[in-house]
């Protein structure tokens, strides 16, 4: 079974699921007090998600066959403008999860239904090029990184019967009322 979450757990459902879950995929969008506040409203995430992440890698070693059998995957999408906050991730992760845990770093950040919080701009080139060199700086090399792809043409469109843009794409089946 794969857990798929936000990374803002409590360590007594953690205990919960321990018997349960394989693979967990959490996200540890940022250990930043105030873009925590600021973006998801949850002043304490980073130490929630923080937390979760090392209860997780206790449950579940590493395991890859040509997938992923059992582990942890921790996910960080970096924000435009906010690079010192995906240092700090990736510092935490080389500190506490390389050689234990598998990185997926993601640049797909989409500027969608704006607000006056969020950055109204994808990731530069620039900043890609920084979060590389972290990379590397932080000795990581255990995981994925997203190529740099601008544009929101991968986002799906579910008022068409194939929401997807892809040609790789095709439905099973769809809904028709």
């Keep these: 079974m794969l857990w798929n979450s936000s990374g803002y757990e409590r360590l007594e459902i953690l205990d919960i699921l321990r018997d349960i879950v394989d693979v967990y995929l959490p996200d540890l969008k940022t250990l930043d007090r105030e873009i925590a506040t600021r973006f ?8 929630y998600a923080a937390a979760a992440i090392l209860k997780m890698m206790e449950y579940g070693e590493l395991r890859i066959d040509e997938k992923m059998l059992s582990g942890v ?5 970096v924000i435009p403008g906010f690079l010192e906050s995906t240092r700090q991730v990736l510092a935490w992760f080389a ?5 234990r ?4 770093l993601m640049t797909q950040y989409t500027p969608v239904g704006r607000d006056a919080k969020t950055p109204g ?3 530069s080139e620039a900043e890609y090029d920084s979060i590389l060199s972290m990379l590397d700086e932080y000795g990581i090399d255990d995981g994925f990184y997203q190529e740099l792809v601008i544009g929101s043409d991968w986002l799906p469109d579910f008022t068409r019967t194939n929401p997807f843009s892809s040609e790789l794409s095709v439905p099973v089946w769809h809904y028709k009322p």
């Design 40 to 47: 998801f409203n949850a002043p304490n995430y980073g130490e």
């Design 73 to 77: 995957m921790v996910r960080h999408l």
């Design 95 to 99: 500190q506490n999860c390389k050689g």
């Design 101 to 104: 845990a598998l990185l997926s």
């Design 121 to 123: 701009r994808y990731i």
